[in-house]
């Protein structure tokens, strides 16, 4: 394929080079006549293993060249991938001046083509900046339509310096943000990798520039997460390399998808208090621990979104599916459902909480001293819930719940903190807690 590179930068020169190598036609663009320079002349103008060696073999056989002429580098390729700089501005914002740019001259040369040329963006830009900037920067300087007249998508990027090539070549995942209806782009950039051992994820822009994103700010936590227990560990003696490596090698629930789908917050007997007495322990260490602090405090957040989203419902009668901190199980210790439900009942609410468990269990006279005058409120019988409840919490994923979710109640308002299936069949009626 004939491609050209936006941006001779760590991004750039990596992509210019491996995709010369892999047998594409590659133009690198940059308007630094010294990167430009050194490309030509078969040098690397970044540091990076084993990229002169390919940048010097691709230059010479001519699969591989730059320029500062950006039209002339669209009009000779099918495909623009943008790789150039977005980074941080003083208050934290994210510059994106050289991405306008880009887009700008890119613009100006789709409209001396009559080609169906693809820009695809590979630089890091938040989610909507597709659709806020890029779509319109290039329809406003070609006079042509995003994913009609040309071609457009995002496709991010996520190799790491010093190990660039062989993340190239091996890469973790291959994402690619499709434009509506823009088959031709995905389907250029899915030739662009056939050969990689990597399925590509097929998904729309928005996501793919959060996947961007949540995969950094993922990585960051991790890294201040292991620091954090390394400094714990090293203040009590143990040594947090072996701790970690032993939480690695569990790849069922540690290293896995466990625990990793939004939805509500975390409760039940061991996972609060044992939070509680890590930091605790810390703080006698004074080691400070602010990763593990902030675990608590965006434990809050979650609560305080599913009250707002009762209160947002405008109804006073309000049902909950669950009262225990998950399904099949009676108990109620720091259930953040209870603590829902508490919140609800201190504001007047008129609360009917389903939960067979903690009834079944209640007749037996045990728990009650747990939830004290919730107790009053809870029942086993889900059709008392939907006849008396106009706005309905689904906290659990039980049977009942699917029948709440199928329900014909008119104006009945579901708030799901579990991710419930048939959501669409709800519409207007439904609201997920963060999503
Ligand atoms: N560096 C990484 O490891 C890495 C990894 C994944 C994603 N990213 C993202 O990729 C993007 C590029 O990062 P980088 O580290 O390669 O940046 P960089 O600063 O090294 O390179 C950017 C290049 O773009 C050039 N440029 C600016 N305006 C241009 C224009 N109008 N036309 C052509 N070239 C232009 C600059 O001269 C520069 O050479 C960023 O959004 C970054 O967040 C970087």
């Known amino acids: 394929m004939k491609v050209s590179i936006f941006g001779i930068g760590y991004v750039g020169a990596v992509s210019a080079a491996c995709l010369a190598a892999d047998g594409n036609d590659v133009t690198a663009v940059d308007p630094n006549g010294d990167k430009v320079d050194a490309l030509n002349q078969g040098r690397s103008p970044i540091v990076e293993p084993g990229l002169d060696e390919i940048i010097e073999r691709t230059i010479r056989n001519g699969s591989l060249r730059a320029t500062s002429d950006a039209e002339a580098a669209v009009h000779a390729s ?71 007249d040309f071609g457009i998508g995002y496709y991010p990027e996520f190799l790491r310096e010093s190990t660039a090539i062989k993340d190239y070549y091996k890469p973790g995942a291959i994402v690619i943000g499709r434009y509506l209806a823009d088959e031709k782009t995905a389907e250029r950039l899915k030739a662009l990798n056939a050969h990689l051992p990597t399925t590509p994820v097929i998904t729309d822009v928005r996501t793919a520039e959060a996947v961007k994103y949540t995969n950094n700010c993922w990585h960051a936590v991790k890294i201040s997460f292991a620091n954090e227990i390394g400094n714990i560990c090293k203040a009590v003696g143990i040594d947090g390399h072996e701790v970690m490596d032993i939480l690695c090698s569990d790849t069922r629930l540690n290293i896995s998808t466990a625990y990793m789908k939004p939805g509500f917050a975390f409760g039940g007997s061991c996972l609060p208090k044992d939070l509680r007495a890590l930091r605790y322990k810390a703080r006698e260490q004074d080691v400070v621990t602010p990763i593990l602090d902030a675990a608590m405090a965006a434990n809050n957040v979650q609560l305080d979104r599913a009250f707002k989203l009762v209160e947002e419902s405008g109804n006073k009668r309000v049902g909950m599916v669950g009262l225990t901190f998950k399904a099949d199980t009676d108990d109620l210790r720091e259930s953040p459902l209870v603590a829902l439900a508490e919140q609800l009942h201190g504001k007047g609410y008129d609360l009917t909480i389903y939960d067979p468990n903690v009834k079944r269990m209640h007749g037996n006279g045990y728990n009650r001293s747990t939830i004290g005058h919730l107790s009053a409120f809870v029942t086993d019988d889900i059709d008392e819930v939907m006849s008396r409840a106009d706005t309905i919490v689904i906290g659990n994923h039980d049977r009942a719940a699917t029948k709440v979710m199928e329900s014909d109640k008119d104006d009945l308002k579901v708030i799901d903190l579990v991710r419930m299936e048939g959501r669409e069949r709800l519409n207007g009626q439904y609201q997920g807690i963060c999503w």
């Open 78 to 148: 099918e495909l623009s991938l943008v790789c150039v700089g977005t980074p941080s501005r003083a208050n934290g914002s994210l510059d994106t001046g050289y991405v306008k740019m880009a887009c700008e001259e890119i613009g100006k040369a789709l409209a001396k083509t009559d080609a169906f040329h693809s820009v695809v963006m590979r630089s890091t830009i938040l989610p909507g900046t597709m659709e806020s900037l890029v779509i319109p920067t290039l329809e406003a300087a070609s006079g042509k339509r995003a994913g009609i």
